[in-house]
């Protein structure tokens, strides 16, 4: 069983759609990371929450602690925000990663 | 840009030889983490480092071994390398240890084991 769960899996949208990928985890952890992955590995740190809500562009973050549970939304999606995105938990001196979300936006 | 650097990009090894992968932190980081990725999957955390010493780690064996220099580089080092050790290995950096920091993404080094 993996400590964080990403669904969808894959995801393609239209050009201007709003988009959420959710991340379920279920230990106990001191923050939670999105990371957005491009073709040929290279990973840049969206966002780093510890509780409520972080809004950059037009990416939004949420956690619920109490239900372990938090989405990331993209809005007015662009072919640019194609990328695998990453959920990843920060617990005690240890890191879990959920296996992404393969975002495909068509123009 | 992220200001954390890796090399080699691109590394082929046979099975049974060592292995070392360097990372270039931004300066003032103290600490730094590796991740090894398999093709298709997400990453998994090996080992992370704060002022030159092991912080934490992850259900990887000891042949997996790092080191953290006062100059903000580190290294990953794998001994008895396994075909399974075939991944993109990444390491990331921060300010410090703690809840608020950011870490910073390195491109990576694609290890390919034969």
């Known amino acids: 069983k993996n400590e964080v769960e990403q669904s969808p899996q894959n995801l393609t949208a239209q050009e201007g759609d709003f988009i959420t990928i959710n991340c379920s985890y279920s230990?106990?952890?001191?923050?939670l990371h999105w990371l957005q992955q491009h073709p040929g590995g290279g990973i840049v740190s969206l966002f780093m929450l510890s509780s409520g809500k972080k809004k950059h562009g037009r990416l939004i973050a949420t956690i619920n602690i109490q239900e372990k549970h938090s989405s990331l939304h993209i809005t007015a999606s662009h072919p640019r925000d194609s990328a695998v995105y990453i959920c990843?938990?920060?617990?005690?001196?240890?890191?879990?990663f959920g296996t992404g979300t393969s975002l495909t936006v068509i123009p | 840009e992220t200001g954390v650097t890796q090399s080699p990009t691109h590394l082929i090894k046979t099975r049974g030889q060592q292995v070392t992968l360097r990372c270039s932190s931004q300066?003032?980081?103290?600490?730094v983490s590796w991740y090894q990725q398999a093709l298709g999957q997400g990453p998994q955390f090996i080992f992370q480092?704060?002022?030159?010493?092991?912080?934490g780690r992850g259900n990887f064996p000891p042949r997996f071994s790092g080191l953290q220099f006062p100059n903000y580089s580190s290294e990953l080092n794998v001994n008895a390398l396994e075909l399974d050790d075939s991944a993109l290995y990444l390491c990331a950096s921060s300010l410090a240890l703690g809840i608020q920091e950011t870490q910073y993404f390195g491109p990576g080094t694609r290890l390919l084991v034969l």
């Open positions: 230990v106990g952890i001191s923050a």
């Open positions: 990843a938990v920060e617990g005690w001196n240890q890191f879990y």
């Open positions: 480092y704060y002022r030159e010493e092991e912080n």
């Open positions: 300066s003032g980081h103290n600490t």
